[in-house]
């Protein structure tokens, strides 16, 4: 059995009742193709959470996060037959940042109102922690289980 583990950061950039949001372009083998998602993206070696999420936000975004919050930690898990694979995401919030808009060329960067966030084709998890985004300043964490199509097995909540 292989045994695989990732890292990452997301952040909510929230400003006047929106979020900073992302359209994903459409790729083959990626399983956000389409899909809404807040800037973020993968550990490079050496990096804290913290670092991690600035230096995502910069580089998809073009902000300069001034201050930010962890507000939660998400872990995907999905196993095969000769497979574990281990996601682990770190959610903060940002409502300090600095600098102008630099959409990258992978995506569409929006200002959504925060209660259409709600509607839009975001993965499965986020439907299910959006609340506590949005309507809760609790720190959570959550566990999904994933089957290698990307779809929502079974859950645990702490």
Request: charged share 25%; hydrophobic share 35%.
């Amino acid at each position: 059995m292989e045994y695989v583990s990732y890292n990452a950061t997301f952040c909510y950039i929230r400003q006047d009742g929106k979020t900073l949001m992302l359209h994903r372009r459409q790729e083959p083998h990626d399983p956000l193709s389409g899909k809404w998602v807040v800037p973020g993206g993968q550990f490079a070696p050496g990096e804290s959470p913290e670092d991690c999420v600035w230096r995502m936000v910069r580089e998809e975004t073009g902000l300069s996060l001034l201050a930010f919050r962890l507000r939660g930690i998400v872990t995907f898990v999905t196993p095969t037959s000769d497979r574990l694979e281990t996601y682990t995401g770190f959610l903060f919030e940002s409502r300090s940042f600095g600098g102008a808009l630099e959409p990258g060329a992978e995506d569409d960067l929006r200002w959504i109102d925060d209660l259409l966030v709600y509607a839009l084709d975001t993965p499965p998890s986020d439907r299910i922690f959006l609340p506590w985004i949005y309507e809760d300043n609790r720190m959570f964490s959550a566990k999904f289980i994933l089957h290698p199509e990307h779809r929502l097995d079974s859950v645990s909540f702490y």
